[in-house]
């Protein structure tokens, strides 16, 4: 490991590129020795995205670039470089994206790749994506060795399949079912008792109520419930949900829902909403038709009248409104 001055930094870097104090070569050495050096991931990560500066005067950096994709240690690190990789060296990144897709274990990291592919102009990502839908229908479970099968998702797919030709289908749409699939497996492996449907291959209807009582007897790895909406990963990749049921945890904000516009139904009863901002995202969905905040302290503060249309659940008995 070499020795990294003090006062070398990305941004530092940059500066003194910008000023003209150092040329491009020196600039891009710099940056790939502090990414294989420094022991500060956020900074690696920095240097990674500056390197897109460099890129655009014609740097050869595709060879470290890709040895970072396979081997870095930090998924973040990884996801930067795929994506300089896909929007730098199309012609290159055929075979790196179908190695990621084949070996990558972590979840964004694989999302990553498949949003990588939905915007490369070439044949082959179509092609990729295909193969991915193949391989779901060849695989008979979401996790090997446990009893979630791929059985509904197999189902909607081949229904889909009679409708169109999987070739048919735009890199966006087959992107879309792949990583709701990701989700859900994601989803499955982390909390167990997930309860799902689907429409169209894509996640209509997600249940993570009370996922403390798992009965499968492994209630004490959670039974802290859940806390925050990061803890279940990909949930604002599922754009599709309608019904979206997180009763009886201790979630106590949900800013991060907003972004899921198609939900209709909303169940958040005995959670700890407190703060009045909630309210606030709650007026953002523009479809809600049914809301269950019963047990939440909010439910106290709530103006009906800013509810028109839905029928809300603030004790014991739904209110229409």
């Not at 795929?82 to 084949?102: C, E, G």
Request: charged share 25%.
């Amino acid at each position: 490991m070499e020795n990294i001055p003090s006062n070398i930094t990305p941004s530092k870097i940059l500066e003194e590129y910008d000023r003209g104090t150092i040329d491009k070569l020196s600039a891009l050495n710099l940056l790939i020795t502090l990414i294989n050096n420094s022991n500060d991931n956020n900074e690696r990560c920095q240097c990674v995205k500056f390197l897109e500066r460099l890129l655009h005067l014609g740097l050869p950096v595709f060879k470290f670039l890709e040895n970072l994709m396979v081997s870095d240690s930090h998924s973040e690190i990884r996801i930067l470089s795929s994506s300089l990789i896909a929007k730098y060296f199309q012609n290159k990144a055929q075979k790196l994206l179908k190695w990621v897709l084949d070996h990558e274990k972590e979840y964004n990291c694989l999302v990553s790749a498949i949003q990588n592919l939905q915007s490369i102009e070439h044949p082959y990502a179509k092609e990729l994506l295909v193969e991915e839908i193949q391989k779901i229908l060849n695989t008979n479970y979401l996790i090997q060795g446990k009893s979630f099968t791929t059985k509904c998702f197999k189902k909607d797919l081949k229904r889909l399949a009679q409708k169109k030709q999987l070739c048919d289908f735009s890199k966006q749409e087959l992107g879309e079912i792949i990583i709701n699939y990701y989700t859900i497996k994601n989803l499955k492996a982390k909390f167990i008792n997930v309860y799902y449907e689907l429409e169209n291959a894509l996640i209509t209807v997600l249940d993570l109520s009370d996922i403390e009582y798992e009965v499968r007897g492994w209630k004490a790895e959670f039974n802290n419930n859940i806390r925050e909406l990061s803890q279940i990963t990909g949930l604002s990749n599922l754009r599709n949900i309608k019904k979206l049921y997180l009763a009886h945890n201790y979630i106590s904000d949900i800013k991060d829902l907003i972004h899921l516009r198609k939900i209709t139904h909303l169940y958040l009863a005995k959670n700890q909403l407190v703060a009045p901002e909630n309210l606030e995202y709650l007026k953002m969905f523009p479809d809600l038709r049914i809301l269950d905040i019963s047990g939440n302290p909010i439910a106290e503060k709530i103006n009906l009248s800013d509810f028109r249309g839905v029928q809300i659940k603030l004790r014991e008995h739904f209110h229409y409104i």
